[in-house]
């Protein structure tokens, strides 16, 4: 089945910078939309930032200006550049791929990884 599997998460004080990768892989052809949400304890989940296959962009107010999205289609991989991290980054950071479409098959799906820490030390 189809697996992501997210790297580069960690402790890094404030102003610092971490880059966040996820790896999507089985049997994959395509992918619609790859993004990356992240969840603080006593908080909902909600959308950092997200890259359609196309190269176009939508980030969440709290983070424009200091995070960037990017991918690799031919890897099927998103990456998370995060820049001057503040207390207030410090979450679970998921990566979410939409619209995987498999080998064999004609559906599309959606999937979510396991989540990294990102801690934010002031």
């Known amino acids: 089945q189809v697996q992501l599997v997210e790297s580069g998460g960690g402790l890094v004080q404030a102003g610092g910078s971490l880059r966040l990768s996820c790896a999507a892989s089985?049997?994959?052809?395509?992918?619609?939309?790859m993004g990356w949400y992240r969840q603080a304890p006593g908080n909902q989940r909600e959308l950092v930032a997200a890259?359609?296959?196309?190269?176009?962009?939508n980030y969440a107010d709290s983070v424009k200006g200091r995070f960037t999205i990017s991918r690799d289609n031919a890897k099927n991989t998103v990456y998370l550049q995060m820049n001057s991290l503040k207390d207030e980054d410090t979450a679970v950071y998921y990566c979410?791929?939409?619209?995987?479409?498999?080998?064999?098959?004609?559906?599309?799906?959606?999937?979510w990884g396991q989540g990294t820490q990102v801690t934010v030390s002031s």
């Open positions: 890259i359609a296959r196309g190269g176009s962009t």
């Open positions: 089985g049997g994959i052809v395509s992918i619609d939309t």
């Open positions: 979410n791929a939409q619209g995987v479409k498999q080998v064999f098959l004609y559906r599309k799906s959606d999937y």
